[in-house]
Structures are given as structure tokens and as C-alpha cells.
């Protein structure tokens, strides 16, 4: 048996989504035949592991892009904006990270088990959804299709990994400044982070929402097929490095119960269900990190019984809420057989 | 003019709060003639400073509590049962921080501005409601009132004061063991609280509700007067010393807007309402450190516009959310002008 080996690009391979993206594509023994991973100028030359062997990065360059089948990105917008239609229009997969094409009606925005028959097949760009929506509509979406939502309550606890490197290093030197008593620098974060906490994930817009609470309503409202959904998101950075947690409630339109929500969202794919007998299963973000499940603990009825559930979810951002699930769609895309 | 003076007691005070309480009553200069501190027998003998005198802490002993005008309980439920009712009997006006007495429907439960109608020129036991509690209903009873709430969500971001000095030693300990790459050590939390966070705040009852949210759930549906509120608490304890934060979504029963909303809420009493133009407004658990304000930011409506309004409060957990909030009950109930 000869198994296809793609030529594989990483565009930010020096950051955080970057390097999980490498541990993970190794994990899961993707079929990877040469392996070019791309960054800024100023990462250039730096050498990156993967399956024993040093890759050193590129400054990432178009006229680099010759025979590139598929392409990962996650360097931010701007980057995806100008690089990913170059290789699109190669024929290339492009699994893009970013938001820049998440809100293009063309272009499939993908949680695989939710709606990977949109990647079966597919070649071009491919969105993968926003961290802290892909765990919410893990974990939702079923309810969605078995009851019907009628209003959806949010609010999340994120962490600094899900900015990037620089802000887990400000986290990790405000704290330790705090515990020392020396004054605290901010340099990536409007407010301090270290033993505080701030409802700020982007800029605010004119109705109020900041750019994370936006994309959660827009992309949460397209994967559960309702425009018009009424919901409330508020989007919080914690002082945790990596795991964003979200406590989330929900009013649905016909009747039901948390057993009758247990019992579907216990096979439901992607989603680890903790319901130990002591009713206090729940997970934790230090408990999260490095794991691929959705962990969904704590579902009781929100009060009284009758009128819909509650929950607090769980999950790695920089696994399936990012890395992770990018690779998910590739496999879909490819047919790799993904499980 | 000659001012009466009362014979002061607080029990509990080498805590958070009451330590905070001997802080409120000096700085709003409440008329204190003699000064009686009592903790447990292990604290005996510690001094603390009140208006520029020294009082040696006395351990527990009813015996003592002869001439005793107003009592401050802050020691926990079993104390306040077992002492509470004593003091009162002697015709004593005792504010109980505890949960004893919060769900005697024959004892008031006060927030001043609220209810104060109930403290007044009341002498026996008043019940001074859960921190979380006090901060969530000053900004949403006025909301109740002028439109009636159909469906109250609330995700908490609880700090480790509100669990005492033993709690805050621990966050400093683990962070710092954290940081220098040593094992953390667990004392008094079920999950590591440094850099991590738990929606487990008190014991899990049958409907898998917290102690703490059961709290918010009991008391807020009394302040609002409706038993049946459906409602959603999730209480989560994050890695901040000082000051709760909530995220709040509301919908309304009759028709209302953002802006309606804040227009009440500006006069609210207690409240402070950031509405800074540029949308962004908020407070942090930083910011409102050692403040008596009640922090209501990033008002805005819950999509799409007319069904209810969403919003973030933050408070200090031992100021208006324990001790400010008791000794205005105190003032409200001694017509000393409470203001």
C-alpha cells in the first residue's frame, strides 16, 4: 500500500497555533512528504523538530509557493488576506486560521463534525473557525438540531495563549513583578493581566461587542443555521495560560431536560461529557491543556426545570480550537479517513 | 449636639471582612463609643488598630456580650447560629454576614438601597446578603422594576478573598511555585487556583447547583420579588485576589434598549455606571479594589436589539459585597442618615 504524501506548508510556524500545528501533524502521523514551514523576516533560520528532523523556517515569500498542496495558516489576517488566494489559485488545501475569510458566504467554515461534508473533497480555502466558537458549537449544536435554541447565554474564560506567545510571557512578568512587589509593565494587554481579569478581546464595535464576542455571534449563528438567534456573549481574558473555559446557558424551543441533553451530548463526536455521579464533574483549564476532547461538564437544568440547560465547557484553544482542528479538515478535505 | 453613641461588637474580627469592617466604620466615622473585637481562641490577644487605638481581640465567650448595641457577625454560620440569637435577645441590633439566617422569612435580608424600608428602626438579627449577590441585584432590580426580567444568566468571576486570608496565601504560594517550577501545593481548594479557575464555589446539592450559586439563586429571586425567576448562575472562582466580576444577560419582559437601560441605571443609588463613549467602558477586579461603587460597564443589548440587555459588574467582594453593605445596614436601621 502506497499512501499519497502531500507537500505541507506552515505559514507562522513559530507561533503558538504554529508549533501545535507541528506536534500535531506528527501525532497524528499525517501524510507529510516535504515540509516547508514559513514565518516573518525576523524568525527566519530558526530551526524547527519535526519527526526527528530540523526544518529551518523561510521568510515567507509567494515565489516560494511551487508545488505546495497543502497550506496551513495562521499568521494573522493581514498575511492570510494577501498569501492564502495565492495558493488557493495553485490548487492548493489552505486551511486558514484566521478570520479573514470566515465571514465569506464562498468559502466553507468548517468544525468537522459538525459540518465536514462542506470540506469532503474540497480544495482552496477552507476557514477554521474562531477558538472559543468551535468548543461552544461542539457542544451546542446537537441541541440545536434535537430541541431547537431559542436564546443562548455565553460568557467565556479565556487564556493568554490564545493572543500569542508575548502575552504569556506579560502574564508570567506581571506576576511575578506582583508577587515581588515591583511595578507591573503592560505592554500587549489594555489592562493588567496578572491576578486580574478584563470583558476586552479585540476592539469594541458600535453596538458595544468587541471583536471576539462578534465573531462568536456570527460564526456560532451560521453553524447552528439561525441568523436571527437571540444571544449574549461576553468575552473575557483570565490570567490562565492555555484552555478557554465557557459558561454557557441556553433556553431551548421544545422541552427538555439535562438527563435528555446528557444522554445526546454523551455520544456526541468530539465532545467528552463528564457526568460522574457527585454532579460536580467538570473540567479545568490546567486539566484541558494538551488534550484533544471538548470536555463538557456541569450540565444541570437552568432553574426551574423545564425551560433549558446549563453547562460549563472546556477546551485546549490551541488544540481543537485551532491546530487541532485545522488538521481535522484537512483529513476531512483529503479524505484521509479522518476519526 | 450630643450624638449617641453604641457599644460596637464584631465577631470574626481578624478575617477578611471583619478587618474590612473596622477599616468602613472608622473611615464613615460610625458612632463607635465602646469597641469590643472577638475571634477565635487561637486569635485572642491580637491587637488592631481603630481610630488611632489599640484593641486586643478577646476570644469568643457570650459572657462578654453584656451592654452590646450592635453586633457585626462575620465568623462563619456556625457561630453566627450559635451566638446571633443570643445578642438579640438582649435587644441588640446584629448584622449577620453569614448565610444562617438568609433564608428565614421572618428575618430581613438588606441591601440598603434596595429594601432599606426593612432595616429601618429594626433591632434584632438582619441577614447581609451574599457578596455576589449584593453587587448583581443593585444593577438589575431597578431593571425588574421599570420591565419586569423573564430570564437572568450569570457567570461569576469570584476571587479568593471572598474564601478568606488563607485562600489569598494560597494563590500568592501556588503562582509563585508555578512560576519558579516547583510542585503547587493544595490546602484549600479542590483544583490548583493558580493560573487555573473552577466553577466549584461551596458544595453540590441534588440539581447540581453549587452552594454559591444556590445563594445568588434563593436570594436573588427574593429581591426581585419573583420566586419563579428562571434563571442561570454559573459561580466560578478565577485567580484574582480582590473583587468579583459578573457577566449578566437579561431578557426583559416588556420591550427596552441599551440606552433606556442606562439611563435608569445612571441614577441608580450604589451603582456607577461606566458609559464612556467609546463603548469600551468596564471596570476590572484591579480597578475597583478598595472601592464602595458597584462597577456596571459595557451595557449593551443582548442580540438582536429589543429582547434584553447584557452587561458587566464588578464590585469589591469585602467592601459593598460584605462589610460597607453591613454597616449601612446598621446605619439604615439606626437612622444615622445612612448615605
Known amino acids: 500500500l502506497v499512501v499519497k504524501k502531500y507537500t505541507v506548508a506552515i505559514i507562522g510556524a513559530t507561533g503558538a497555533v504554529g508549533c501545535e500545528l507541528i506536534k500535531i501533524l506528527e501525532k497524528r502521523d499525517f501524510p507529510v512528504g516535504e515540509f516547508r514551514l514559513f514565518a516573518s523576516k525576523r524568525s527566519a533560520g530558526r530551526l524547527k523538530e519535526f519527526k526527528r528532523e530540523s ?18 495558516f495562521s ?16 490548487g492548493a488545501l489552505v486551511v486558514d486560521n484566521s478570520s479573514a475569510f470566515r465571514a465569506r458566504r464562498d468559502i466553507p467554515l468548517v468544525i468537522p463534525e459538525v459540518n465536514g461534508y462542506e470540506a469532503r473533497g474540497k480544495r482552496g480555502i477552507i476557514a477554521n473557525p474562531n477558538c472559543s466558537t468551535v468548543q461552544l458549537v461542539l457542544a451546542v449544536e446537537p441541541i440545536q438540531r ?9 460568557a467565556t474564560y479565556q487564556s493568554v495563549s490564545g493572543t500569542g506567545g508575548r502575552a504569556m510571557r506579560e502574564l508570567r512578568e506581571q ?59 461576553t468575552a473575557v481574558r483570565v490570567p490562565v495560560f492555555r484552555c478557554h473555559s465557557e459558561a454557557v446557558a441556553l433556553i431551548t424551543k421544545k422541552t427538555t431536560t439535562a438527563s435528555e441533553v446528557a444522554d445526546l451530548l454523551r455520544s456526541a463526536p468530539g465532545v467528552r461529557l463528564m457526568d460522574g455521579k457527585d454532579m460536580a464533574s467538570y473540567s479545568t483549564p490546567r486539566l484541558a491543556e494538551g488534550r484533544d476532547e471538548v470536555f463538557v461538564g456541569r450540565l444541570r437544568n437552568t432553574l426551574p426545570e423545564g425551560h433549558g440547560i446549563s453547562m460549563w465547557i472546556v477546551s485546549d484553544n490551541l488544540r481543537k480550537g485551532a491546530a487541532l482542528n485545522a488538521v481535522q479538515i484537512a483529513e476531512t478535505a483529503l479524505g484521509l479517513g479522518y476519526k
Chains 1, 2 share one sequence.
Open 55 to 72: 526544518f529551518a523556517v523561510q521568510a515567507l515569500d509567494a515565489s516560494s509557493f511551487e508545488g505546495i498542496e497543502v497550506a496551513f
Open 75 to 90: 499568521a494573522g489576517s493581514a498575511v492570510s488576506k494577501e498569501f492564502a488566494p495565492i495558493l488557493a489559485s495553485h
Open 146 to 154: 434535537a430541541w431547537g435554541i431559542e436564546h443562548l447565554f455565553v
Open 175 to 233: 506576576s511575578l513583578a506582583h508577587l515581588e512587589g515591583r511595578p507591573l509593565e503592560k505592554e500587549i494587554y489594555p489592562s493588567e493581566i496578572a491576578f486580574n481579569l478584563f470583558p476586552h478581546i479585540g476592539d469594541f464595535d458600535s453596538e458595544g461587542l468587541n471583536l471576539e464576542e462578534r465573531k462568536i455571534v456570527f460564526e456560532t449563528r451560521r453553524f447552528l443555521r439561525d441568523e436571527s438567534l437571540i444571544l449574549s456573549v
